[in-house]
T-cell receptor, first 112, second 113 residues
Framework: AAGVIQSPRHLIKEKRETATLKCYPIPRHDTVYWYQQGPGQDPQFLISFYEKMQSDKGSIPDRFSAQQFSDYHSELNMSSLELGDSALYFC???????????FGPGTRLTVL | KNEVEQSPQNLTAQEGEFITINCSYS?????LHWLQQHPGGGIVSLFM???GKKKHGRLIATINIQEKHSSLHITASHPRDSAVYIC???????????????FGQGTTLQVKP
């Protein structure tokens, strides 16, 4: 069965560079959540989308932006990268109105 | 006090032992997730439950809504079970489930051969 796909799986960037992370939901999933998990830290909610509209916003820096496209995939754009942005970024998707969420494998971002 | 608390934070067991990880939460929930994360790896969903008990292979999850408590049990533990186990609950807003998750701090399990 198809799962949540994230790309790239690993990404190395220099400080002040930009990065784009992608999340492809399971078919018919209309809701996407983005989380950031720093080394040794609990995951923190960044932002979510439902039907291509932002539905909630968490502790997402102003340097980051995100959107959900017509095919329901979502992209997290990160600019002016800082060392502290090094983390695992994972998305979770679901069909609105249901409880079950499915998790992507994550993108491990390293900022040098 | 965190809204989702797990115990123990670290657990070392010998292969074959029965393992229990506990999760207590202080918020109203519609469901609770148990997740697994291997070192350097992504998050894998083990269970989502809103009542009673679920079993998958050697893993069993239970939840007591009244007591706001859930447990994850591993029977006949194996070194490949070594991972971080995380419980997470979705935030409720008004009458709805936002789906946004609050995570426990995780339990690091090491099973020795």
């Amino acid at each position: 069965a198809a799962g949540v796909i994230q790309s790239p799986r690993h990404l190395i960037k220099e400080k002040r560079e930009t990065a784009t992370l992608k999340c492809y939901p399971i078919p018919r999933h209309d809701t996407v959540y983005w989380y950031q998990q720093g080394p040794g830290q609990d995951p923190q909610f960044l932002i979510s989308f439902y039907e291509k509209m932002q539905s909630d916003k968490g502790s997402i820096p102003d340097r980051f932006s995100a959107q959900q496209f017509s095919d329901y995939h979502s992209e997290l754009n990160m600019s002016s990268l800082e060392l502290g942005d090094s983390a695992l970024y994972f998305c979770a998707t679901r069909t609105s109105g249901t409880h079950e969420q499915f998790f992507g494998p994550g993108t491990r971002l390293t900022v040098l | 006090k965190n809204e989702v608390e797990q115990s123990p934070q670290n657990l070392t067991a010998q292969e074959g032992e029965f393992i229990t990880i506990n999760c207590s939460y202080s918020v109203g929930i519609s469901a609770l997730h148990w997740l697994q994360q291997h070192p350097g790896g992504g998050i894998v969903s083990l269970f989502m439950l809103s009542s009673g008990k679920k079993k998958h292979g050697r893993l069993i999850a239970t939840i007591n809504i009244q007591e706001k408590h859930s447990s994850l049990h591993i029977t006949a533990s194996h070194p490949r079970d070594s991972a971080v186990y995380i419980c997470a609950v979705p935030v409720l807003h008004g009458s709805g489930n936002t789906g946004k998750l609050i995570f426990g701090q995780g339990t690091t399990l090491q099973v020795k051969p």
